[in-house]
């Protein structure tokens, strides 16, 4: 077994991977991007140079040295007729003999960009392998961002499938591995995790809440599911105005995203389930015997607290809906969520009419 291929250095390259890909969601500048791009070559990839090519509204041409340097480079570099090959789509641009160099162009048809790398050593079959697709992800990642970044229109969704598709693999190496170490489990929790507000996300909810659904049916606890999604938020961006400018009114939203989750976690005991589900709807899974109206009157007498106490800009409103599950039911959970959505909505057109 070789350094590329040992299961222990695939679960170091998804964590660095995914510590990539969260930066470059935050970059704002493209010297700062090819930084990161640089930093994953040398410390994942290890390559002791590489080349990026990319074609758009503005092209570019990077070299990268062993440290993960990035500088600007030039039709004299040895490896740009080759890339520029791969790029234009030539007739057997892609066949490279050497095994110390490799090249990797995305999309794979018709490349909008490329990335030649290479090694002082060379790579069995297996290992090429590997090599290949972890230079075409650090690709992949780097020129979607690069991409967010020049266009100003953004290609995040790129970023957010490869963040997810890799948090799917890191899962699975680490129940493979038996929880090998504590970055696993790190990978394991961030993957489940919401950014924003630090709660569960959605396959958060699901794992936690699937688990103790189950247990309150054999037991024949009462529970409940609550839908809940924030009211006004369109309105308050609107409120800033355009002059405010794109990074304010995200601020905003996200400060009001925020304070609605803190009081919904206010609301709940540290037990019960509470997960963001995207955009501005939250889910949560009460194990409660009380009646879900009085779940909702106490979620009621938060907001009316946060917004006496608080210092805010805005005003902070909820609509929710509850549904209590049957345990004598076959009802799934993705059911009653659906069911608690439901209700949240004729709640909300009750309040606007």
């Known amino acids: 077994m070789t350094p590329d291929t040992d299961p222990g250095n695939e679960v170091l390259q998804l964590k660095g991977l995914l510590t ?4 470059l969601m935050q970059v704002d500048e493209p010297s700062r991007a090819l930084v990161l791009a640089g930093r994953a070559l040398a410390e994942l990839a290890h390559v002791d140079r590489a080349l990026l090519l990319i074609r758009g509204e503005v092209s570019q041409t ?11 480079a030039f039709r004299s570099h040895d490896w740009y007729r080759m890339a520029l090959e791969q790029l234009d789509g030539e007739p057997g641009a892609s066949a490279i003999g050497d095994s110390r160099t490799m090249l990797v162009g995305v999309p794979t048809h018709h490349a909008m960009a490329v990335l030649a790398a290479g090694w002082t050593d060379g790579a069995v079959s297996e290992a ?12 992949e990642l780097s020129v979607a961002t690069l991409g967010r970044i020049s266009s100003r229109t953004s290609l995040e969704n790129l970023v957010s499938t490869q963040y997810e598709q890799m948090a799917g693999t890191a899962r699975a190496h680490a129940d493979e591995l038996a929880r090998r170490d504590e970055s696993e489990r790190a990978i394991r929790a961030l993957a489940l ?10 396959r958060g909810f699901y794992v936690q809440a699937e688990h ?3 247990l309150a049916r054999r037991r024949h606890a009462g529970c409940t599911v609550i839908y809940a999604d924030i009211d006004g938020l369109k309105l308050v961006n609107d409120q800033l105005g355009h002059e405010a400018g ?15 989750a803190a009081v919904l976690r206010e609301s709940l005991r540290e037990s019960d389930v509470l997960a963001r589900f995207g955009g501005d709807e939250f889910v949560a899974f009460v194990l409660d015997d ?12 938060n907001l009316h607290a946060f917004n006496l106490m608080q210092d805010r800009a805005y005003r902070l409103a909820v609509s929710a809906g509850a549904v209590r599950c049957d345990p004598g039911k076959d009802t799934a959970l993705v059911d009653y969520v659906q069911l ?14």
């Open 20 to 23: 990539m890909s969260r930066e």
């Open 62 to 72: 990077v070299g990268f040295d062993s440290m993960g340097t990035p500088r600007q």
């Open 128 to 139: 090429r392998d590997g090599r290949r697709r972890l230079l075409g992800t650090i690709l």
């Open 193 to 202: 995790t919401d950014v924003l507000t630090g709660l569960n996300n959605r």
């Open 212 to 214: 103790m659904f189950r």
């Open 246 to 260: 794109d990074r304010l009114i995200r601020e905003a939203g996200d400060r009001l995203i925020r304070d609605a």
């Open 290 to 301: 009380a009646h879900p109206r009085v779940i909702l009157a106490r979620l009621g007498d």
């Open 340 to 353: 608690a959505d439901r209700e949240m909505y004729l709640h909300k057109r009750s309040c606007l009419h």
